[in-house]
């Protein structure tokens, strides 16, 4: 190396000693500041305005520490007050209401209740609609509000009615398309006791028996062609302390023959003595007809009220 040659460079690095030192700020600057300070601004108010919906919400919802507005949480449950509205489906143990108010379930269209079991088929429905009201189950029942008592209950075999009276106030009566079996009938007081086949027969059987009784009145049978009174095995017992028999023929007996007898439709006539007395006469077809009573029977077997009766 040639001595300008050294010279020259001992004099460059003198130089560049002693030049002042460059600094470079550190930070954002420019734009990007500006960007920085407006997107921090904005999550301000942003945080500001969510602040100031979450306060207005619990507000209106009425939000404590027991609930969200009607809804309180208590330690049996939760409470509703006012008018509730459920959209989807509520599944709960027990809906009941406060001890001085009814409970209400509305919908525009019915109210069904469903009840299942554990593998979720159906087991009982009850329905509410418009046009009726239905019920689906195995066994429905109504029963008392004091003791449980059963007052009516239905199945697919039977219909219970266990209450102590049967009360039916419709004009035209009960109507049975059958059998009807009970222990008592019984009127209303001051009311009459009709039972009534309008185009077929009444049969009433007891293995023990049938009574028939009116305690404070009189007892009527009425029928268009023929009354029958049968006991296979015991007797036809009447006891009363007058029996009587209308529209019985009555029969003229002549003492003058004993064979023949006619029958008399009217009175005895005016100039004979009337006659008070009668004897009861049987036919062997079981017609009765009066006869008038004598020193002996007067009945003849061969009267005409039985030849042509």
Same mark, same amino acid.
């Given at each position: 190396m040639t001595r300008e040659q050294y010279i020259l460079a001992t004099q460059q690095n003198s130089l560049s000693r002693t030049e002042q030192p460059?600094?470079?700020?550190?930070?954002?600057?420019?734009? &990007?500041?500006?960007?920085l300070y407006f997107f921090v601004l904005l999550l301000l108010v942003t945080m500001i305005v969510n602040l100031a919906m979450t306060i207005w919400i619990l507000k209106v919802m009425n939000f404590t520490v027991d609930g969200m507005g009607n809804l309180r949480v208590t330690k049996?449950?939760? &409470?509703?007050?006012?008018?509730?509205?459920?959209?989807?489906?509520?599944?709960?143990?027990?809906?009941?209401? &406060?001890?001085?108010?009814?409970?209400?379930? #509305?919908?525009?269209?019915?109210?069904?209740?469903?009840? &299942?079991?554990?593998?979720? #088929?159906?087991?009982? #429905?009850?329905?509410?609609?418009?046009?009726?009201?239905?019920?689906?189950c195995k066994r429905f029942e109504v029963r008392a509000s004091e003791g449980g008592k059963i007052l009516f209950s239905a199945d697919e075999d039977e219909i219970v009615i266990g209450a102590d009276?049967?009360?039916?106030?419709?004009?035209?009566?009960?109507?049975?398309?059958h059998s009807v079996e009970t222990p008592h009938i019984r009127a209303e007081p001051s009311q009459d006791l009709k039972l009534e086949s309008p185009t077929r027969s009444l049969v009433m059987e007891a293995p023990r028996g049938v009574q028939v009784s009116a305690d404070a009145g009189d007892l009527k049978a009425t029928c268009r062609k023929e009354l029958h009174l049968q006991s296979t095995e015991g007797e036809i017992f009447l006891n009363a302390d007058t029996i009587r028999l209308g529209n019985l023929p009555v029969g003229s007996f002549s003492s003058s023959s004993s064979s023949s007898s006619s029958f008399s439709s009217s009175s005895p006539s005016s100039s004979a003595p009337r006659q008070t007395i009668y004897e009861l006469c049987v036919c062997p077809n079981g017609k009765l007809y009066l006869s008038p009573a004598g020193a002996g029977s007067t009945c003849q077997s061969s009267s005409n009220i039985c030849l042509w009766s």
């Open positions: 460059q600094f470079y700020p550190v930070g954002i600057y420019g734009w &990007r500041k500006r960007c049996k449950g939760i &409470r509703l007050e006012g008018i509730s509205e459920f959209l989807l489906p509520l599944y709960v143990k027990e809906i009941h209401s &406060r001890k001085d108010s009814p409970l209400v379930l #509305q919908s525009d269209r019915n109210v069904t209740v469903n009840a &299942r079991n554990h593998m979720g #088929q159906l087991t009982g #429905q009850l329905t509410v609609g418009a046009d009726a009201v239905e019920a689906q009276r049967l009360k039916v106030t419709g004009t035209e009566g009960a109507v049975f398309g």
